[in-house]
């Protein structure tokens, strides 16, 4: 399975913001509910938010809801992730990734593709 290419990482001042984007092959785009995971220095990948394949529910982790926003253009499948008000604990490597369709945080296959470096300074 062909992994999709994030994009649109760099750095940033807190309060600034980013937007990420997440190309994907069309055959591993259509049909799939989508999500952005992270992974921090010394800690675990974790999940970030999570879309329907049709853009129709949302899913955020705590950490980033209602700061970070979602989106998809299936016509050029691609997902988006628009990052407001980032924090110094924002800094990570961004990943997507297909999702499972009842639990968006957890990704189908284990492969990962090779994120997008996020830098928040304070």
């Known amino acids: 399975q062909v992994q999709p290419v994030e994009s649109g990482g760099g750095l940033a001042q807190a309060g600034g913001s980013l937007r990420l984007s997440c190309a994907a092959s069309?055959?591993?785009?259509?049909?799939?509910?989508m999500g952005w995971f992270r992974r921090a220095p010394g800690k675990e990948r974790e999940f970030v938010a999570g879309?329907?394949?049709?853009?129709?529910?949302?899913s955020y982790a705590a950490s980033v809801e209602g700061r970070f926003t979602i989106s998809r253009d299936n016509a050029k499948a691609t997902v988006y992730l628009q990052m407001n008000s980032l924090k110094p604990e924002d800094t990570a490597v961004y990943y997507c990734?297909?999702?499972?369709?009842?639990?968006?945080?957890?990704?189908?296959?284990?492969?990962w593709g090779q994120g997008t470096q996020v830098t928040v300074s304070s």
């Open positions: 990734k297909a999702v499972h369709w009842n639990n968006y945080e957890r990704p189908v296959g284990d492969d």
């Open positions: 069309r055959r591993t785009y259509a049909n799939f509910d």
């Open positions: 879309i329907a394949w049709n853009g129709a529910s949302t």
